[in-house]
């Protein structure tokens, strides 16, 4: 069965960087776009960052552009997620997901996504 684990999260100062990773098992990893979503308690699910399978082109969520990095080893079935100057408001439960149909213009809605993990806290502290 289609298994996403992530990795990497923990606390970390203001300023500070963390690297999350997400091991795919169980799927033809090159035919998955790729996507990280985060949430917080009483929320719902925020798209941050997606990867698209074939092309790799990325997509970010507007306030995290240039500070975290998307990138994927298809070789190593993993996507990871850079983050670096982290913020306080980047706190939350971050979220790997997979999709192998969703079409680019939903890149951002969680709905759109067939396969999540079961998450991983990143707290920054302030």
């Known amino acids: 069965q289609v298994q996403l684990v992530e990795s990497g999260g923990g606390l970390v100062q203001a300023g500070g960087s963390l690297r999350l990773s997400c091991a795919a098992s169980g799927i033809t990893f090159r035919r998955y776009s790729m996507a990280w979503f985060r949430q917080t308690a009483g929320k719902e699910r925020e798209f941050v960052a997606a990867?698209?399978?074939?092309?790799?082109?990325?997509y970010y969520l507007d306030s995290v552009r240039g500070r975290f990095t998307i990138s994927r080893v298809n070789a190593e079935n993993k996507v990871y997620l850079q983050m670096n100057d982290l913020k306080p408001e980047d706190t939350a439960v971050y979220y790997c997901?997979?999709?192998?149909?969703?079409?680019?213009?939903?890149?951002?809605?969680?709905?759109?996504?067939?396969?999540w993990g079961q998450g991983t806290q990143v707290t920054v502290s302030s």
């Open positions: 990867i698209w399978k074939y092309s790799g082109n990325s």
């Open positions: 997901a997979a999709d192998s149909s969703i079409i680019l213009s939903d890149y951002a809605r969680h709905t759109a996504y067939d396969y």
